[in-house]
């Protein structure tokens, strides 16, 4: 039997015999479709379809092929947290294909108190996109609950959360009304989450928009991020960051940290903040430390071309950082904080002091880099703060340095 075959144009036409030869080689080329629906998820936004989502997980690794899970239209109710794990499992990759909406119960504390600290959780996976799709957690009387200050409220479950992954994607994915965080990144390689929307309250307590920690050749774009809290918050341990495209508000900016309440902690280093706005949020760009002993550190990190609008702290280094005064009164904190470079920021500040670098007493902030800053307050010059902080400028710098 002929393989190939060259017609009357002199190309060469492959037969279907080679899709054969590379099947039998190991080289897998078909995609299998798991709707949920079919392993019994009710899209009327009151059954619990948790059972449902695993058993097409379950369906999905059972085959080599890539695999396709498909969530169609209509509100899908999860009620426990559940875990998609990668162990034993054999597919070459899962997509999970979002046109409907995942909700959490109506009731937080269903939620809230099950014993989970993530509501949907990929573990040991490897080759996962997520496209498309709202995740709904319904944690607005979660956080009423939090505001009130009667006590008893359970912490939350933070909505979706990577954990010892690598090669994920997620595209598109709407997050609303997370209990806590909205997206966990956590001990993961080769992720890229891209055209994501977060939105929540601006008084919702603790609620990241994206937490990057322990994790390498991370990559955030194009993504509108208004929460309660950081819209990005990069923890310890996180290498190779890039963060371009990023519309933040409301929220406390994009912060690295805080960094430095244990001891013994991997520090962050290589990280690029460019293209971003940042609309009436309590920070812009923020690095942040508490004031105790620690070996951490952050270094080569780069803010390039963001735009203020009445941003309460457009820069802003904070090496005192201490909640409530306790367990770090009348200590210096050991985070080394070095190589910053501030560039092309430009816009409004809510406050007269635009750019503040309270450094620690024992480690200074060295070689920060300020070039072409721009940052006026209600249309006139505004003002820097430095402590323990040294480096230098470049062209235009308004507030006026005080490295």
Request: proline share 4%.
């Amino acid at each position: 039997m002929s393989m190939i075959m060259i017609n009357d144009t002199g190309m060469i036409k492959f037969f279907p015999i080679i899709l054969i030869f590379l099947t039998l080689a190991g080289v897998s080329l078909a995609n299998t479709n798991h709707n949920v629906a079919t392993f019994g998820a009710k899209p009327d936004g009151e059954t619990d379809s948790s059972k449902a989502f695993l058993a097409a997980w379950s369906s999905a690794c059972s085959t080599p092929a890539r695999a396709t899970i498909v969530v169609p239209p209509g509100q899908f109710m999860v009620r426990t947290p559940i875990i998609f794990s990668g162990q034993g499992c054999k597919s070459g990759g899962i997509t999970f294909l979002m046109k409907g909406t995942i909700v959490g119960p109506v009731d937080f504390r269903v939620l809230a108190g099950s014993g989970g600290s993530t509501w949907v959780l990929f573990r040991d996976v490897n080759g996962i996109t997520i496209s498309g799709g709202v995740f709904d957690g319904r944690g607005a009387g979660l956080w009423a609950c939090k505001r009130s200050g009667k006590g008893g409220c359970p912490d939350g479950v933070t909505t979706l959360g990577f954990s010892n992954s690598m090669n994920i994607i997620v595209n598109g994915v709407t997050s609303l009304n997370s209990q806590l965080y909205h997206i966990v990144v956590n001990g993961c390689k080769n992720v890229k989450i891209q055209g994501v929307r977060v939105l929540a309250s601006g008084a919702s307590p603790n609620t990241d928009g994206i937490h990057v920690q322990l994790s390498t050749s991370v990559t955030i774009l194009n993504s509108n991020i208004g929460t309660g809290d950081d819209c990005i918050s990069i923890g310890e341990g996180t290498t190779n960051l890039w963060i371009e495209g990023i519309a933040c508000g409301p929220g406390h900016g994009i912060s690295i940290g805080s960094l430095g309440k244990d001891l013994n902690e991997q520090g962050v280093q290589n990280v690029t903040v460019r293209s971003a706005t940042f609309i009436g949020t309590e920070n812009g760009v923020r690095i942040k430390s508490w004031a105790r002993p620690s070996n951490g550190f952050v270094r080569n990190i780069v803010f390039q071309h963001l735009t203020m609008v009445n941003a309460q702290h457009p820069i802003i280094i904070d090496q005192k950082y201490c909640p409530d005064n306790k367990g770090c009164p009348k200590q210096v904190s050991g985070v080394r904080i070095s190589d910053i470079t501030y560039e092309d920021i430009h816009g409004t500040s809510a406050t007269p002091i635009a750019m503040n670098f309270d450094c620690s007493s024992k480690y200074h902030c060295t070689n920060i880099k300020l070039e072409g800053i721009n940052l006026t307050f209600n249309k006139k010059a505004t003002s820097s703060f430095c402590v323990n902080a040294g480096g230098s400028t470049y062209g235009i710098v308004q507030p006026k340095s005080c490295l």
